[in-house]
């Protein structure tokens, strides 16, 4: 821990009530998750400027929330992204090599490059590809969520969002129909503060952004986001009352950004030299590694051979995905199409 780390308030009673009987594993499971996005966050970043890679949206700061989404939710729910949740996929279960194919858009990359990097998608965890068009993907989710509804399937649809995309149509119009339709959706919002270059003070004046949800009938709460125990405690509490009385819920999750909004972005033109300390305080990675110490759980070797497994992890993968090369550019109609592309000459007459 820094000395400015800001500690997490919880004895053990307090963290068993909040996490249940196995809280001690969750922890350590959060813990290696929250390692190793780090890692993959500095690795990435390093290899965007090194022309390795296109482009890379880290979510160093975020990761509590990730990684509670992934561990509370349940196979059968759908992960529609924001910005920067590829951790929540990699908890789900996608493997962080085809994740690493993806970064590279090589041949083994699941989308064949046919995807801008750092927007993969993971069929078999139910993560849904993210857009970067801001918001749309919270309508997406709730078609989603009402396509559960009419199929009387089980499921809740996670909508990941960030406060700038609290100010476009799709949240009005996402919300609204949600709450019209009690549809089974979790309105996850990430306030990092921060639309690119836009301060969220300039961007509203709801002092909470939580409040909008009262807007259009939706019960929502507020969490801090650096906080692993209670981002994990409320996505199970959430999900668990979504799934008895089906209906939308909103959390807002209080975060900082602590990297560039992406790899083509530079803070130091906006931010003030104060944000980087006051977002140091609140890293949730080193506070959950705080919590961990101070109940014993985490000795500083056991850290050490965490940060140690997590880079090897991340440097095969870098290695097995460079080694690999583009996709032939013969494969681009490559399962486009149900059947091979459209016969040459005049299409089907129109009546
Ligand atoms: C419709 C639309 N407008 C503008 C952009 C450019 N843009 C990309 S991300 C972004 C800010 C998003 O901020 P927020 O919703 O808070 O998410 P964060 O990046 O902080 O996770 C903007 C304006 C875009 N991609 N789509
Ligand atoms: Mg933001």
Redesign the pocket.
């Known amino acids: 821990m820094s000395a400015g780390t800001v500690p997490l308030p919880y004895d053990r009673a307090a963290i068993g009530a909040a996490l249940g009987g196995d809280w001690e594993e969750t922890l350590l499971a959060a813990h290696h998750w929250m390692t190793l996005a780090r890692e993959l966050d500095s690795r990435m970043l390093g290899l965007q400027r090194q022309g390795r890679i296109g482009f890379y949206?880290p979510?160093t700061g975020?990761e509590a929330v990730s990684v509670a989404a992934g561990l509370a939710s349940r196979a059968e729910d759908w992960v529609v992204p924001?910005?920067?949740e590829q951790l929540v996929a990699l908890v789900r279960g996608h493997s962080l090599t085809r994740y690493m194919h993806h970064l590279f858009a090589n041949d083994r990359d699941p989308a064949r490059g046919r995807q801008m990097p750092c927007h993969p998608s993971a069929r078999e965890v139910k993560y849904v590809s993210m857009s970067?068009?801001?918001?749309?993907q919270i309508t997406h989710a709730v078609g989603l969520a009402y396509g559960l509804k009419l199929h009387k399937e089980s499921g809740v649809a996670l909508a990941f969002?960030?406060?700038?995309?609290?100010s476009?149509n799709d949240f009005h119009a996402g919300l609204n129909f949600a709450a019209v339709l009690s549809l089974p959706v979790l309105f996850c919002l990430?306030?990092?503060?921060?639309?690119?270059s836009?301060p969220?003070e300039r961007q509203t004046h709801v002092k909470e952004l939580a409040q909008k949800a009262a807007a259009y009938g939706i019960a929502s709460r507020r969490v801090d986001g650096t906080d692993f125990v209670a981002c994990y405690s409320s996505f199970t509490q959430g999900l668990e009352a979504i799934r008895t009385a089906p209906g939308p819920l909103l959390c807002e999750f209080t975060l900082f950004?602590m990297t560039p909004?992406?790899s083509s972005d530079d803070p130091s033109r906006y931010q003030a030299p104060s944000w980087m300390p006051q977002a140091l305080a609140h890293d949730p990675v080193l506070r959950l590694e705080e919590l961990l110490t101070r109940h014993g759980l985490l000795s500083e070797s056991a850290q050490r051979s965490m940060k140690e497994e997590a880079a090897r992890l991340v440097k095969e993968a870098i290695a097995e995905a460079e080694a690999v090369g583009p996709p032939a550019p013969d494969s681009l109609l490559t399962d486009v199409r149900a059947s091979g592309p459209r016969p040459e000459g005049p299409g089907p007459e129109v009546p």
């Not at 970067?132 to 749309?136: C, D, I, L, R």
């Not at 969002?161 to 609290?166: L, M």
């Not at 990430?190 to 690119?196: E, H, L, M, V, Y």
């Open positions: 949206g979510a975020q924001g910005l920067r970067s068009v801001v918001g749309t969002f960030g406060d700038g995309a609290t476009g990430t306030n990092n503060q921060w639309a690119i836009l969220v950004r909004h992406s």
